[in-house]
């Protein structure tokens, strides 16, 4: 499976981005997925996740209530909307798909498969 990510570009502080993860190859019906960021000269860090069915979501402390995880599994599609976006939230943002239909995780090292990220620059 291949994993895509798009939909980041510039915007000023308080707008709102949706990002949007592509699939190809599986179908990511079975799997959870999740979406991560990497700051400028930091780690990548957990954002939000999204059990395979759409009915479980986990959030990062930072992005609850700003952002949102959602799903199409007929289109074999994951979206990250973000709203209220400060210059924190500035980093390159990755999909990722985690081979499981268990708990939902934050831990980078559990993923399985990795987008080639997208950046989000907000500007204040």
């Known amino acids: 499976v291949q994993l895509q990510a798009s939909g980041g570009g510039l915007v000023k502080a308080g707008g709102s981005l949706r990002l949007s993860c592509a699939a190809s190859?599986?179908?990511?019906?079975?799997?959870?997925m999740g979406w991560f960021r990497q700051p400028p000269g930091n780690e990548r860090e957990f954002v939000a996740a999204i059990g395979w069915s759409g009915s479980r979501t986990f959030y990062a402390d930072s992005v609850k209530g700003r952002f949102t995880i959602s799903r199409d599994n007929a289109q074999n599609m994951v979206y990250l909307q973000m709203n209220g976006l400060s210059p924190e939230d500035t980093a390159v943002y990755y999909c990722?798909?985690?081979?499981?239909?268990?708990?939902?995780?934050?831990?980078?090292?559990?993923?399985?498969?990795w987008g080639q990220g997208t950046l989000v620059t907000v500007s204040s």
């Open positions: 990722a798909l985690h081979l499981s239909r268990g708990g939902l995780t934050a831990v980078t090292g559990l993923y399985d498969v």
């Open positions: 190859g599986r179908t990511l019906y079975n799997y959870n």
